[in-house]
């Protein structure tokens, strides 16, 4: 691929987007002008009927006959306006009068304090049923003649009389504003209008003061301001920002393909001497600054705005805002690069609309589902496409990102990008569909089945993906069992099965795609020399400036151990298990498929693949230094079989330490950093081994080795 065409074709796309006034508009107007406006405007409104609506008495209507001592501190509370039977229909006021009507049974009482409390967390709410009383007041609040009705049932003044309990009923709507805040003030004035008889009484009777509440209860609510506005904007903007940023890829995904298409310009530059994935590459880029673009106008935009409207104390940091701009990158990626390769098939600009329709709608729907409270991030979402991104967002805002969690997230999404370029550069391949013929998704997927051969480095890209969301959700499927057993379902039925499943369904061959060759001895011994000190050169040099965190590092040394499994169970488990079963992923179909972009991409990248499918941000860089020399073992010996002895071997050495605990490597066990001296002895025998792999010859490639698409 050629840098320069790319970059002519990008700048070339650009300045065409960039001239047109809808693009400036959704980079510029939109975003820098409608928020604020829209945003003030709103704070303006709101806070206008807020204080006419908190300047407005509350019109009550009291069906019933207040004690006078009752309704005199009623009266006297302010803002409150007593009308008496006002809406009461004439059969209601007769059946109140006469004690016809009586107050509806309430939910069963509470448990006494030595019982045991229900199963359930919270009882059902409880929902007075039908009855004249109710269908009076909901109508005389709905068609507003009051705000509030006030029943005081016909045994309230007797029972305040004697000294006993008597009951009131509030009945209002709390959809309207006015009669939310009829009820507030209402039940307030009782509470203190409760409070007060309660004193009297104890004075009456010489009880001290407080007798009959025994205690306060003062609620204190630990929540900083920034965190309760973060609660309020994470509800919101990543819907926001996700859809706006859905926006600012879908319309120029449709103008640089369906659009040229009609314009009759895609036939031209596909007559130049360029090629596809240099098109693609260069439109893809076009696309994605431009959702980029719009994503960082939305971010900023809205960070000013917040800014402006909130006070100092709860306004959310900047960096919450920068963060929020850089998780959007893996979202433009993959929205850019899908609405292109969907793009592409459609014959004209209205074609391409109704072509990424189905795709937008779902993606908006994925987006908008964070806004509900029940929706954050936790093992479920984080590796839901779109979804992850958004509850990440709204747990930024709100402050609770945990680190692991962060990166599952981040590794998901970029792994969705990371398809979504790989299905654009594959139907960009395709001439045809390019100039508006049409083919199936089986020869666009290039899904056919192959003669021999190996995976394409696309192919072979695509299928890490698949197996890494597999293993992801197969694992959160089977948490409940034990370790041992989740192990060992996780790696033969989520890493080797799928594995040997694509080699024999599309047809590649064993030997060359999973490295099934017989390596030289020199280079056995060199994996060997790597088995034994690989634990003690990553474990004393890149722990040591990387430590993981003391409760990570002690609760996977206990996970490893299963749960106290006999030694044999452990070993096999732990190390020979994930050294067949990884090494045939990663070191023979997927290293296999990367062969083709040279050795030092198909060893970099394995081992990145690697690391991340530990799913520990604590685990990727020694799971990495160690997929380094796993590679190097695999391209120097073209056989996967001296990495998995390297993988066996440094597993159950580790493993072995951790069981036996020997009294030299007690520190260790312990969490303390391996001494210097282990650490340069590990380092020279690793060294020792690296020679001997780098003079140890791979048998020479046979015709079969050749990469298939």
């Not at 000294?163 to 209002?172: D, E, L, M, S």
């Not at 993959?334 to 004209?348: C, E, G, H, T």
């Not at 499927?477 to 799928?498: C, D, H, K, M, N």
């Not at 722990?543 to 070993?571: C, D, H, I, K, M």
Request: proline share 8%.
């Amino acid at each position: 691929m050629r840098l320069a065409i790319v970059w002519t074709i990008l700048r070339k796309e650009l300045v065409e987007s960039l001239r047109d006034r809808r693009t400036l508009v959704r980079l510029v107007v939109v975003p820098l002008l409608l928020y604020p406006l829209f945003a003030l405007a709103m704070s303006k409104l709101v806070g206008f009927e807020a204080d006419a609506r908190e300047a407005r008495p509350s019109r009550i209507a009291v069906w019933g006959e207040l004690a006078e001592d009752l309704q005199t501190r009623l009266s006297a509370a302010g803002k409150l306006e007593l009308a008496p039977w006002a809406g009461a229909p004439p059969d209601v006021r007769e059946g109140l009068l006469s004690g016809a009507l009586a107050p509806p049974a309430g939910p069963a009482p509470a448990p006494d304090e030595g019982e045991a409390p229900p199963p359930e967390a919270e009882p059902p709410r409880w929902i007075e049923p039908e009855n004249p009383v109710l269908a009076a007041a909901r109508a005389a609040v709905s068609e507003r003649k009051v705000d509030a009705v006030l029943v005081p049932w016909p045994s309230l003044g007797a029972e305040l009389g004697r000294g006993g309990k008597g009951a009131v009923a509030i009945y209002f709507d709390s959809v309207r504003a006015d009669s939310a805040t009829a009820e507030a003030r209402l039940e307030g004035a009782l509470r203190r209008a409760r409070k007060a008889i309660i004193a009297d009484r104890e004075v009456e009777r010489g009880l001290p003061e407080g007798f009959s509440r025994a205690f306060d209860v003062v609620p204190r609510d630990v929540a900083a301001d920034s965190r309760k506005v973060g609660q309020i904007l994470g509800a919101m903007m990543p819907m926001l920002l996700i859809l706006m940023s859905l926006l600012g890829s879908f319309l120029p995904a449709i103008d640089l393909t369906a659009g040229e298409k009609e314009r009759g310009t895609m036939q031209t530059l596909l007559c130049a001497p360029v090629r596809p994935i240099e098109i693609i590459s260069g439109k893809f880029l076009a696309v994605w600054v431009i959702s980029l673009l719009t994503a960082l106008g939305n971010v900023v935009s809205m960070s000013l705005t917040v800014s402006r409207l909130l006070p100092d104390a709860m306004v959310v940091g900047p960096g919450t805002f920068a963060l929020t701009f850089v998780l959007l990158v893996p979202v433009t990626l993959l929205f850019s690069a899908l609405f292109l390769a969907l793009a592409v098939f459609a014959k004209d600009f209205k074609d391409g609309q109704n072509a990424l329709m189905p795709a937008y709608l779902p993606l908006s729907l994925l987006a908008g589902i964070t806004a509900l409270p029940v929706v954050e991030l936790n093992p479920w979402t984080a590796y839901a496409p779109v979804l992850n991104i958004a509850v990440l967002i709204k747990a930024l805002f709100v402050g609770e990102a945990p680190a692991d969690l962060l990166f599952t997230a981040l590794v998901s999404s970029a792994l969705y990008a990371c398809l979504a370029l790989l299905f654009a550069a594959r139907v960009f391949e395709r001439e045809s569909v390019l100039l508006g013929g049409h083919e199936s998704a089986r020869a666009v997927l290039g899904l056919g089945r192959r003669a021999g051969g190996v995976p394409s480095a696309g192919f072979s890209l695509a299928a890490f993906a698949g197996v890494q969301v597999l293993f992801f959700y197969g694992s959160l499927l089977i948490a409940r069992a034990s370790v041992a057993v989740q192990l060992a379902v996780s790696q033969v039925g989520f890493f080797l099965v799928p594995t040997l499943a694509l080699v024999a369904g599309f047809g590649y061959s064993p030997r060359a795609t999973l490295g099934l060759r017989a390596p030289s001895v020199r280079g056995l011994a060199g994996a060997l020399l790597l088995g034994v000190s690989a634990w003690a050169a990553i474990g004393g040099t890149v722990l040591r400036w990387f430590p993981a965190p003391e409760p990570f590092a002690r609760e996977l040394g206990e996970l490893v151990l299963l749960g106290g499994q006999p030694y044999p169970v452990v070993l096999l488990l732990v190390a020979v298990t994930p050294a067949v079963c990884e090494e045939l992923l990663f070191r023979g179909f997927v290293y296999a498929g990367l062969r083709r972009a040279g050795p030092a991409v198909a060893i970099v990248v394995s081992a990145l693949l690697f690391g991340l499918a530990h799913g520990s941000v604590y685990r990727l860089l020694p799971t990495f230094s160690l997929g380094l020399a796993l590679g190097y073992a695999r391209h120097r010996t073209g056989s996967v079989l001296p990495g998995a002895l390297l993988h066996a071997l440094n597993n159950g050495l580790a493993v072995s330490l951790l069981y036996f605990k020997p009294s030299w490597g007690q520190g260790v066990v312990e969490g303390e950093l391996l001494p210097w001296s282990i650490t340069f002895a590990g380092m020279v025998v690793s060294l020792a081994g690296l020679l001997l792999l780098r003079f140890s010859a791979p048998g020479a490639p046979e015709p079969e080795d050749s990469p298939r698409p």
